[in-house]
């Protein structure tokens, strides 16, 4: 299993942009980086994901590094509604569906 | 359009009592999961499911079964409850097309408490 490192907090001024970085050394070629968010007391929410090439959404852009050991979720104007815990996620077979392994994630503050 | 959504929100039950969660989803998902989370931790996935009738073993399936039995609905059961099942619980789905690289989408929980 591919597993992830990131930061356990981090702070970010509302109108900048937050940028998340996560360490997924062991990724193996076929598997693809994904991002969720949790906001308190909420279900996990899907941001965005990627195999190589950098992605972009109406959420977030996702840089992953060329030799794919690490990626940086990127919230290009943070407003305090962002402030939420951040999951990098590498997914991983369980028979033929897939299975979100999550760790602690980033607990991002958003702060005026 | 609901999406995934978890019956009860709240729950308090006895050690040794039994109950069960219902997770239903509209969005016509073959896959079905249900994951805990414990405070300071991240999700851990319980069973899962790939289509109507069929279920598998997660990384934390002692103390649970589950049923598919339609494919709109995924059943989490305790039958004795025990203290250490207290948790929040979340059913999650996903289409299988793709080669499960489709994103799970999540309920709001269910909050169990075991005393």
């Known amino acids: 299993d591919a597993k992830t490192t990131q930061p356990p907090s981090m702070d970010c001024a509302e109108g900048r942009a937050a940028n998340l970085p996560c360490n997924h050394s062991?990724?193996?070629?076929?598997?693809?980086v994904y991002w969720y968010r949790q906001i308190h007391s909420q279900g996990p929410q899907y941001i965005i994901h990627?195999?190589?090439n950098n992605e972009t959404n109406e959420m977030a852009s996702l840089i992953i590094t060329e030799d794919r050991k690490s990626s940086t979720l990127i919230l290009p104007h943070a407003t305090l509604r962002d402030t939420a815990v951040y999951y990098c996620?590498?997914?991983?077979?369980?028979?033929?569906?897939?299975?979100?392994?999550f760790g602690t994630g980033t607990r991002l503050q958003v702060t005026l | 359009n609901a999406g995934v959504t978890q019956t009860p929100k709240f729950r308090v039950l006895k050690t040794g009592q039994s109950m069960t969660l219902l997770c239903a989803q509209d969005?016509?998902?073959?896959?079905m999961y249900w994951y805990r989370q414990d405070p300071g931790m991240g999700l851990r996935l319980i069973h899962y499911?790939?289509?109507?009738?069929?279920?598998a073993k997660g990384e934390v399936p002692d103390g649970y079964n589950v049923s598919r039995l339609k494919k709109q609905n995924f059943l989490l059961g305790l039958e004795s409850a025990a203290p250490s099942q207290t948790s929040v619980y979340f059913c999650?789905?996903?289409?299988?097309?793709?080669?499960?690289?489709?994103?799970?989408?999540f309920g709001d929980g269910t909050r169990l408490s075991i005393l």
């Open positions: 990627g195999l190589k």
């Open positions: 999650a789905s996903s289409y299988s097309q793709g080669g499960s690289n489709q994103p799970q989408h």
């Open positions: 969005m016509n998902h073959e896959y």
């Open positions: 996620i590498v997914r991983v077979r369980a028979g033929t569906a897939s299975k979100l392994t």
């Open positions: 062991t990724i193996s070629g076929n598997e693809y």
């Open positions: 499911s790939v289509g109507e009738g069929t279920t």
